[in-house]
């Protein structure tokens, strides 16, 4: 074909092609038989998904309830309610808590943040469950605070690469994803305020932290973002499936988390797995969304549900793993056959429990002294806070004794 | 999906042209891919018959969703005449116009592209960018989302000048990317265009391309007068004459760009 046949050619098919592809989004194009099929639709979920970037106010963000890992250690959150005009005074005592159990007396997170110092590196990240903490059982309290420590520096250092995901209620912002992320803003806050310079010079203003903005808490969602960041341990893996069999079952069925005696009595609403059955062809999405292989596995988290409250608790804070969990159990169980036979009188139990209390709040009101008096505000938070704590502690021991 | 970006700080090399083909190539043979125009001038948009709008502009910069960016062409524009009906694969352009020269003053931060064609990471096969070639802000945050670059060049001494330039610029990258745990920008190929086999200085020419970057350089793109009437005419060369030789060259092209992507490493 020559040149110039060619050329007539194209005109006339250029004619046959007046549709303009131009005025068509791929939805309409597909039903003029572009062929777009699934696609049109995919791009259209991926849109859905996508929300702009917004700078929202941290003092403005809530925790979300149900939010499967618990970033701060439970004694801590029993003080002090998980509220945005708490976090200070969290980290403040948290910092004296870690003096305390180290016995490094002048320990503090300033040099971290301003990379001076790093933390003690692969203890702060081996929060792996199959590493548990067993190997420094004391120093819980630290590897907990270090993490989100080493977060905060590295977010001063390099900035948020992801930003966390928010729905937006009447006054106030929920967490989605990214609670660590906006405690680590309220450390750079406190320590470094607005106009923060960074180390290539720009500057950066920490009461804002940049989100994204979505329509409804989707726990599926939350579960992906869990498993690409971090590894959980095995308590928040067993929320985690709670919270998705939750959601398969519909949430009309269960008891809100306020209205529930502690979060684990929340979770524990489908520690029945012949009442909450995974439903027909779900076990593959949860299975993937849980980062398990087995069945057998969602059976073993699905166990810890079950936990007495304290092992609960301190596998939690401790990150034990869901194996160790097991053994605990069964030990405890046996162990507690045995004694259930052999209570002469609950009482010494109970004696013995305010003396140990009464012993620790000496011990730390000892340490809070031996601070110097230019934190007299701080220790004053600090007691009152420890009274207040005292107190329920006797409230418990009144109840039990009764 | 894959990240591709048509690169050389010199106009008139060839990207657009590598760009159309290689990415109506990879979707006549099955994929989902897009093209973004990133050029203020166009061509890219225009090559398959699409009107210059700033589809670019509003999707890095004003955020809009990509069923209101993104254009399907028209099988008929890009796949070979008889076979257009049973194309699995599917092309869309991100069109450009001029206003995509005001994008790097309007973006916060290098990973903005990263950020939004993330989103479409299990929808799509294959990203194509071709570039313009002064750079500026917008192309560090293509950089960013870029897995692999192709960098056309013409066989005369002077067009190697910005192909350094453009080698020197990936490598600034790369310390920064390391930073975000982002794979290195790969290399996928030196391709020599508008080749004439008959001069000695093109001969010249590649024979120190080859050993400047070794396996690196493509089998060299023929020049042909066929190629401007492939513009002008809004379509591909796999479209308006399927059966030449330069569509073979084209197919060679797509076939040297697949055997890179799928290599071991
Ligand atoms: N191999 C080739 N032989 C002849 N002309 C070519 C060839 N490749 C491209 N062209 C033509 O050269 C011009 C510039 O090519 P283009 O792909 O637009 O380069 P760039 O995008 O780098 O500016 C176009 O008109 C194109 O049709
Ligand atoms: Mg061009």
């Known amino acids: 074909m020559s040149s110039r046949e060619r050329r007539r050619k194209i005109q006339t098919e250029d004619n046959l092609l007046s549709a303009n592809p131009n005025t068509l989004d791929p939805k309409t194009a597909d039903a003029i038989g572009f062929g777009l099929g699934d696609l049109a639709l995919e791009i259209a979920a991926a849109d859905n998904d996508f929300q702009a970037i917004e700078a929202v106010s941290i003092q403005e963000i809530h925790p979300n309830s149900i939010q499967p890992r618990y970033s701060i250690p439970h004694d801590l959150t029993d003080i002090f309610a998980l509220h945005p005009g708490n976090i200070v005074d969290i980290f403040e005592r948290w910092i004296i808590e870690v003096q305390l159990e180290t016995g490094q007396k002048d320990f503090d997170i300033l040099p971290y943040l301003q990379g001076q110092a790093t933390s003690r590196g692969a203890r702060a990240e081996s929060d792996a469950p199959d590493q548990s903490a067993a190997d420094q059982p004391l120093f819980g309290k630290e590897t907990a605070l270090m993490k989100i420590v080493d977060l905060a520096a590295s977010i001063r250092r390099d900035g948020l690469s992801n930003p966390i995901s928010l729905v937006r209620h009447a006054d106030h912002y929920e967490i989605e994803t990214g609670e660590r992320r906006w405690l680590a803003y309220h450390i750079l806050y406190w320590k470094f305020g607005d106009g923060d310079r960074r180390s290539d010079g720009s500057v950066v203003n920490w009461s804002r932290i940049p989100a994204r903005v979505v329509n409804q808490v989707d726990v599926w969602r939350q579960a992906s973002e869990n498993n690409a960041r971090d590894n959980l341990n095995a308590i928040s893996r067993a929320r985690q499936l709670s919270l998705l069999l939750m959601d398969l079952h519909g949430w009309d069925n269960f008891v809100k988390i306020d209205a529930c005696e502690n979060e684990q009595a929340f979770y524990a609403q489908v520690a029945d797995g012949a009442a909450w059955r995974i439903p027909r062809g779900q076990g593959e999405r949860l299975l993937n969304a849980m980062g398990l292989s087995d069945a057998g596995q969602l059976r073993q988290y699905r166990a810890l549900l079950r936990l007495p409250a304290d092992l609960w608790r301190r596998g939690d804070d401790e990150n034990l793993t869901e194996g160790e969990l097991r053994k605990m159990k069964a030990a405890l169980d046996n162990v507690t056959r045995v004694t259930i036979q052999k209570s002469k009188s609950k009482k010494d139990a109970v004696a013995r429990l305010a003396a140990d209390a009464t012993q620790w709040r000496n011990k730390l009101r000892k340490e809070i002294n031996s601070l110097d008096n230019n934190n007299k505000p701080k220790i004053r938070r600090l007691i009152e806070a420890e009274i207040r704590q005292l107190m329920r502690l006797i409230a418990d021991i009144d109840e039990s004794h009764t | ?265």
């Not at chain 2, 166009?42 to 709008?53: N, V």
């Not at chain 2, 990258?173 to 930073?179: A, L, V």
């Open chain 2, 1 to 265: 999906m894959k990240i591709i970006t048509l690169l050389n700080e010199k106009g008139g090399v060839g990207k657009t042209t590598l760009a159309t083909h290689l990415s109506a190539g990879l979707a006549i043979r099955g994929k989902r891919v897009i093209l973004v125009d990133a050029d203020p001038q166009g061509h890219a948009t225009i090559a398959f018959g699409l009107s210059k709008e700033p589809g670019f502009y509003d999707l890095i910069v004003r955020n809009a969703p990509f069923q209101k960016v993104l254009r399907p062409v028209p099988a008929e524009r890009f796949n070979v005449p008889d076979e257009a009906h049973n194309t699995n694969g599917q092309l869309l352009v991100v069109p450009s116009n001029i206003e995509t020269r005001s994008i790097a003053g309007n973006i916060s931060d290098a990973f903005t592209v990263l950020k939004r064609f993330n989103q479409l990471r299990n929808a799509i096969d294959f990203v194509f960018f071709d570039t313009s070639p002064t750079p500026s802000l917008l192309h560090s945050s293509i950089y960013m989302a870029t897995d692999g670059i192709i960098y056309p060049t013409k066989c005369e001494a002077w067009s190697f000048d910005g192909l350094r330039e453009s080698l020197t610029h990936k490598d600034q990258f790369s310390p920064i990317r390391q930073q975000y745990n982002l794979n290195d920008i790969k290399v996928l190929g030196v391709v020599p265009t508008m080749y004439r086999g008959r001069t000695l200085e093109h001969q010249d020419n590649l024979r120190r391309l080859q050993d400047t970057f070794g396996s690196l350089v493509w089998k060299p793109l023929p020049v042909r007068t066929i190629w401007t009437e492939v513009a002008s005419a809004r379509r591909t060369v796999f479209s308006l004459a399927p059966g030449s030789g330069t569509a073979e060259d084209a197919w060679h092209l797509v076939d040297q760009l697949e055997d890179r992507i799928y290599e071991q490493p």
